[in-house]
T-cell receptor, first 109, second 114 residues
C-alpha cells in the first residue's frame, strides 16, 4: 500500500534555529516525492520536488530510499516560514498524489 | 487572478440536499483534479480529468458523487443526498502535465452539511 506519514502535527522552533520536518513513505517502487506548503490564507502550493534536487526558500529535501524518508530541512528558520507543510507521494498513478496529514510549522520570534 | 478559481467558497446545506461546486482551471491546463480534505488530514484524491475525459476515479468515491468537465474547460462536482460525513473542504487543482509535475490549487469550497 502507498502511504505517507508525517509524524509531527505541530513543530515549533525559534527564529534562526534549524528546522526538520519529517516525512516517511511506504511504496514498493521508485517514488516521486513532493513538499507542498500552505501559508495562512493562501492556497496550497508546490514547494519542491525531489527530482529537481533544488533549494527553494532555503529548504532542501533528500530522498532516502533506505529509510524511506523525505525530510524537509532548513538551516535557519525565518518567521515567514510559518505555514502548513504537506509531504506527498506519486507512486503507481501519474494522476493522483498520496498526501501526509501535514505538519504545522510555527516559527517563534 | 489567473489562477484556479472555485465557486462557491462556502456552502452550508441540510442533509439530503444536493450540492454542486464549480472549478475553473488555469486556461491552458488540460488536466484537472478534485481532492477532498477534512480537518487534520491531507488532501484525498477524488477524481481526475484530461480534457473532457474522466480518466481516474477514487474507489472511495461514493456513487452519490459525480463530476463532469463537459468542454474540457471548467468542471463541476455534484454531491447528491448529502450526508454529514461529506462535510469537508473540496479542492480543485489543475496542471499542464501529469500530477508528477506542479499542481496549481484553487482556494477550495468548504462544505458544511447540517
Amino acid at each position: 500500500a502507498q502511504r505517507v506519514t508525517q509524524p509531527e502535527k505541530l513543530l515549533s522552533v525559534f527564529k534562526g534555529a534549524p528546522v526538520e520536518l519529517k516525512c516517511n513513505y511506504s511504496y514498493s517502487g521508485s517514488p516521486e516525492l513532493f513538499w507542498y506548503v500552505q501559508y495562512s490564507r493562501q492556497r496550497l502550493q508546490l514547494l519542491l520536488r525531489h527530482i529537481s534536487r533544488e533549494s527553494i526558500k532555503g529548504f532542501t529535501a533528500d530522498l532516502n530510499k533506505g529509510e524511506t524518508s523525505f525530510h524537509l530541512k532548513k538551516p535557519f528558520a525565518q518567521e515567514e516560514d510559518s505555514a502548513m507543510y504537506y509531504c506527498a507521494l506519486s507512486g503507481y498513478s501519474n494522476y493522483q498524489l498520496i498526501w501526509g496529514a501535514g505538519t504545522k510549522l510555527i516559527i517563534k520570534p | 487572478d489567473t489562477g484556479v478559481s472555485q465557486d462557491p467558497r462556502h456552502k452550508i446545506t441540510k442533509r439530503g440536499q444536493n450540492v454542486t461546486f464549480r472549478c475553473d482551471p488555469i486556461s491552458e491546463h488540460n488536466r484537472l483534479y478534485w481532492y477532498r480534505q477534512t480537518l487534520g488530514q491531507g488532501p484525498e484524491f477524488l477524481t481526475y480529468f484530461q480534457n473532457e475525459a474522466q480518466l481516474e476515479k477514487s474507489r472511495l468515491l461514493s456513487d452519490r458523487f459525480s463530476a463532469e468537465r463537459p468542454k474540457g474547460s471548467f468542471s463541476t462536482l455534484e454531491i447528491q443526498r448529502t450526508e454529514q460525513g461529506d462535510s469537508a473542504m473540496y479542492l480543485c487543482a489543475s496542471s499542464l502535465k501529469s500530477a508528477k509535475e506542479k499542481l496549481f490549487f484553487g482556494s477550495g469550497t468548504q462544505l458544511s452539511v447540517l
